[in-house]
């Protein structure tokens, strides 16, 4: 089975930055997500780590460490704009299925 | 990124009557599509995984005979909830899996509709 964790809810501010954690047990690993979703949006596909390291796109980037079963998802230069929820998501061994944490609420606050 | 549509956004309807929802991956292929639902302020839930060609696989729990899903070719899925009542009120969203080597993008990803709102009176 999958089991994934990561806050419910954080708060930052305006310009600042903020790292969202998630941590994972799986029996097999292919790969984890980081996903945006506004209020009563679908997601939207922010990262993906296959390998160990840091990955940067822009404003935000995506750590993964596959021994420690940890990753995090860093938000620079925060805006009123990324308010939203980020799921975090692992593809299982043999499988393209996804399975989702239940997300960190970030609100951002002037 | 990838574009995957979905069609209707939003739909009402009566308990009783069947609602389809049609998935369609833009610019690539795929042939597996997923179905999710979310509840308001739920974790998205794996309803089924559609494969192109052969019949879907079900998650435990979802009834194949009330959500009838059909993916008839590589770039659309439909699924269908068949006597709808209240309780499948919901966000319904799909996924297409984008492989490498596809349309010339790098990586394996899952890419997001926009979802259907469904609200049965």
């Known amino acids: 089975g999958q089991n994934i964790d990561q806050p419910t809810e954080m708060t930052a501010t305006e310009g600042a930055i903020v790292q969202i954690n998630c941590t994972y047990q799986t029996s097999g690993f292919n790969g984890l997500f980081w996903y945006q979703q506004h209020a009563g949006e679908a997601p939207t596909f922010l990262s993906y780590n296959v390998l160990d390291g840091l990955e940067e796109k822009g404003r935000f980037s995506s750590f993964l460490s596959r021994s420690k079963g940890y990753s995090y998802l860093l938000l620079k230069e925060l805006q009123m704009k990324d308010s939203a929820s980020y799921l975090c998501?692992?593809?299982?061994?043999?499988?393209?299925?996804?399975?989702f944490g239940k997300g960190t609420k970030l609100s951002v606050i002037p | 990124g990838a574009v995957v549509s979905q069609h209707p956004s939003r739909v009402i309807c009566k308990s009783g009557t069947s609602v389809k929802i049609e998935c369609r991956s833009l610019d690539f292929q795929a042939t597996t599509m997923f179905w999710y639902r979310q509840f308001p302020k739920k974790s998205l839930m794996l309803m089924a995984t559609s494969n192109e060609g052969s019949k879907a696989t079900y998650e435990q729990g979802v009834e194949k005979d009330k959500f009838l899903i059909n993916h008839a070719s590589l770039t659309l899925s439909t699924l269908t909830v068949t006597s709808a009542h209240p309780e499948d009120s919901s966000f319904y969203i799909c996924?297409?899996?984008?492989?490498?080597?596809?349309?010339?993008?790098?990586?394996?990803?899952?890419?997001f509709g926009p979802g259907t709102r469904l609200l049965v009176l």
């Open positions: 996924s297409a899996r984008y492989s490498p080597g596809t349309s010339g993008r790098p990586q394996e990803t899952q890419y």
């Open positions: 998501a692992i593809f299982g061994a043999g499988s393209y299925q996804l399975t």
